[in-house]
């Protein structure tokens, strides 16, 4: 089946944050790239004129990589910009009249979900929705009534075919890595499995708070921000199938098989943490009770991983930032040469950022007549003279039409099935010192002598 191309890249919300950040940069690099000769049409309610928003993007691109001459000129020229009130159906009006000859455009919402459903509307009504694609940033609802309420606002104009719900996380480089050396690798194959894997754990660790973002993690937590969706897709991909090929269907089909094998959570394999401090930030309420931390215990109940426990801490105001997964092996059944413990155990690490490593953790013998051993690291690194920016890549996938590295309506309620029942503050808050790993009752999430695997700072590779 041929997948047209979309024809004009629409995206509202062009004075925010999200924009400054992270979308000019990504349109920069994909017109450097040759993927993207279409208009592209700035929408937002700033009282803006075009050659604002021209410098608004210049600006960003000073501070996010640099401003190259010859693509801004041509970023420049393709730009449009239409300023209006999305409850105003002049907006879109005026936003039919820019897209011009273009028929098939992707719009995308980097706003509010609470102006979601108006916006979708308006782009039924204006007309600018037919034969269109939609990219719908997250959070994708707030449990799981709110998730299948957007997914019918979105499904009442929009086919699921051209409904993109982005996930940076799964754009970045070291989680597609992490997909890629699972399944082009026969070696992890053979030991993936509840026979010879013990447990799994992963730590999401920010060595800052919210940054002046303290109304918006009111409404978020750790929960919600990073787990529902960034962690448990990093599960996924660590535990799923192997998809038939490298395609939407296929990959959507394994991951929601996965995503439908997790236990829904018990409240009683959570813990909740808030720093010190984080109640005096701007929009944080005196008496708080959103997690600024969580520790868990997830269970997939399917042949290849029931009794595996799967581990997840993220937090704010943690030693260091980085994303580590630590897969441990079980120990030899004999202690032929000495005694080993679950800590001194074969494993493979992931680092997922900032530093993308994988190692595997091995045991060899001191030098010496004794038969004793310690532990070792085989570690590898793969560095790349150019990396593409999530966004870069994501956007670039959906003006494509190539879903592969979205999520589906169904994956993303299953993993707030998963979610649901420890939502509504269903187990208390512990408060943690900004600096260590969290509040001493995580330690109780992780069972047996094992105790949490903290990552270090990464060692510089020897040149």
Same mark, same amino acid.
């Given at each position: ?39 592209? %049409? ?29 693509? $801004? ?18 907006? $879109? ?89 699972? $399944? ?10 509840? /026979? ?8 999401? &660790? ?31 991909? *660590? ?9 939407? %269907? ?5 991951? =929601? ?17 808030? $720093? ?19 520790? *868990? ?90 990396? +593409? ?29 998963? %979610?649901?029942?420890? =939502? ?31 990552? &270090?700072? +990464?060692? /510089?590779?020897?040149?």
């Amino acid at each position: 089946m041929t997948i047209t191309r979309s024809d004009a890249f629409v995206f509202f919300g062009a004075t925010g944050d999200l924009a400054y950040k992270k979308i000019f940069p990504a349109l920069q690099a994909m017109i450097l790239a040759g993927e993207l000769d279409m208009p592209i %049409i700035a929408v937002a309610r700033a009282g803006w004129t075009l050659e604002q928003m021209r410098e608004r993007a210049r600006d960003s691109l000073e501070k996010h990589g640099g401003v190259d001459a010859a693509a $801004f000129a041509k970023f420049s020229a393709q730009l449009k910009y239409v300023d209006g009130d999305y409850n105003d159906a002049a907006t $879109f009006a005026s936003l039919k009249e820019a897209l011009g000859a273009a028929r098939r455009p992707l719009h995308y919402m980097a706003i509010p979900p609470s102006m979601f459903a108006t916006v979708v509307q308006r782009l039924s009504e204006s007309g600018c929705a037919t034969d269109a694609r939609i990219i719908v940033e997250k959070p994708f609802g707030r449990d799981l009534a709110s998730a299948q309420a957007l997914n019918k606002t979105l499904h009442d104009i929009f086919p699921e075919s051209a409904i993109f719900r982005i996930d940076h996380y799964l754009g970045k480089e070291a989680v597609q890595n992490l997909l890629y050396f699972r $399944f082009a690798n026969t070696l992890l194959d053979p030991v993936w499995n509840r /026979t010879y894997v013990d447990s799994v754990q992963i730590t999401m &660790a920010e060595d800052f708070g919210v940054q002046g973002r303290g109304s918006f993690y009111e409404e978020a937590g750790a929960l919600r921000d990073v787990v529902q969706n960034h962690l448990l897709q990093v599960i996924a991909l *660590l535990a799923m199938e192997a998809p038939s090929g490298h395609d939407p %269907i296929s990959m959507h089909a394994e991951k =929601l098989r996965l995503f439908r094998a997790m236990r829904p959570l018990d409240p009683k394999d959570v813990v909740r943490g808030q $720093f010190r401090g984080y109640r005096e930030e701007n929009g944080v309420a005196p008496d708080s009770q959103v997690e600024t931390f969580a520790a *868990l215990k997830l269970h997939i109940d399917t042949w290849r991983w029931a009794g595996v426990p799967f581990y997840i801490r993220a937090g704010k105001c943690l030693p260091l930032t980085t994303t580590e997964v630590i897969v441990d092996l079980k120990c030899p059944p004999l202690a032929v040469f000495d005694e080993i413990t679950a800590k001194q155990s074969n494993y493979f690490r992931f680092r997922l950022s900032p530093e993308v490593v994988i190692s595997a953790g091995v045991r060899v013998k001191k030098s010496g007549e004794a038969m004793h051993g310690e532990p070792v690291e085989l570690v590898a690194r793969h560095q790349s003279p150019h990396e +593409e920016l999530p966004y870069e890549r994501l956007l670039a996938d959906a003006l494509r039409g190539d879903a592969t590295l979205y999520t589906s309506d169904e994956c993303v309620e299953a993993a707030w099935t998963v %979610i649901d029942p420890i =939502l509504g503050n269903a187990e208390p808050i512990h408060e943690y010192e900004p600096g260590g790993w969290g509040p001493a009752a995580a330690l109780d999430i992780v069972s047996g002598d094992e105790g949490w695997h903290d990552p &270090a700072l +990464e060692e /510089t590779a020897p040149c």
